[in-house]
């Protein structure tokens, strides 16, 4: 892909830096320090979207060529948010709260430039299967999931044995709906 733009990730997450590098464009990664808060009021079905437009408002100081990726993934539970675990109890609870049913993922997306801005929501559906309680622990102990929204990763083992069915974008629960990005970056 040959962009008119110097592309910057604004993303610590290891995932987020392989996808943006498997669709074969040259980025650098410039983070900021960005509060997460949102409105209590705000439905959360727009919170991850929201979140990628305010990381993005950061980047006040863009060059005329840079364009600046931002994002936030969610994970909703029966119309609850799931953050990221603070330890393996909270792991445990939330992967057990997830344990044969459906949830969604939700990815929202900001493109920058100094002059334009483009956001978008990516929603991919996920159905476990009914996890053993020793399954769970086994995933916890072994992986250690506590960087991720909902306590899991889909490309790890409790993804590979645990999910019945996606419906959507697969790279959407990794973090970063490649598809509809890379559409967006030929259309900006």
């Given at each position: 892909?040959?962009l008119?733009?110097?592309?910057?990730?604004?993303?610590?997450?290891?995932r987020?830096?392989?996808?943006?590098?498997?669709?074969?464009?040259?980025?650098?990664?410039?983070?900021?320090?960005?509060d997460?808060?949102?409105?209590?009021?705000?439905?959360?079905s727009?919170?991850?979207?929201?979140?990628?437009?305010?990381?993005?408002?950061?980047?006040?100081?863009?060059?005329?060529?840079?364009?600046?990726?931002?994002s936030?993934?969610?994970?909703?539970?029966?119309?609850?948010?799931?953050?990221?675990?603070?330890?393996a109890?909270?792991?445990f609870?939330?992967?057990?709260?997830?344990s044969?049913?459906?949830?969604?993922?939700?990815?929202?997306?900001?493109?920058?430039?100094?002059?334009k801005?483009v956001?978008?929501?990516?929603?991919?559906?996920?159905?476990?299967?009914?996890?053993?309680?020793?399954?769970?622990?086994?995933?916890i102990?072994r992986y250690?999931?506590f960087?991720?929204?909902?306590?899991?990763g889909?490309?790890?083992?409790?993804?590979?044995?645990?999910?019945?069915?996606?419906?959507?974008?697969?790279?959407?629960?990794?973090?970063?709906?490649?598809?509809?990005?890379?559409?967006?970056?030929?259309?900006?």
């Amino acid at each position: 892909m040959n962009l008119p733009y110097h592309l910057i990730l604004a993303s610590k997450s290891p995932r987020r830096q392989e996808l943006l590098r498997s669709l074969e464009v040259d980025f650098e990664i410039r983070t900021k320090e960005v509060d997460e808060s949102f409105p209590a009021s705000m439905p959360v079905s727009e919170v991850a979207e929201f979140l990628a437009v305010k990381k993005s408002a950061a980047f006040e100081d863009l060059k005329a060529n840079e364009l600046v990726i931002t994002s936030d993934t969610t994970v909703l539970n029966e119309g609850k948010i799931l953050n990221k675990a603070e330890n393996a109890e909270e792991a445990f609870e939330m992967i057990q709260s997830l344990s044969g049913k459906t949830h969604e993922v939700i990815t929202g997306v900001c493109l920058r430039t100094s002059h334009k801005k483009v956001s978008f929501s990516e929603v991919t559906k996920v159905t476990f299967r009914v996890l053993e309680t020793t399954e769970i622990e086994h995933y916890i102990k072994r992986y250690k999931p506590f960087d991720k929204a909902g306590a899991y990763g889909i490309q790890e083992w409790i993804g590979m044995v645990g999910i019945e069915k996606i419906e959507g974008d697969f790279y959407n629960v990794m973090g970063l709906p490649l598809h509809r990005l890379y559409k967006q970056l030929l259309e900006f």
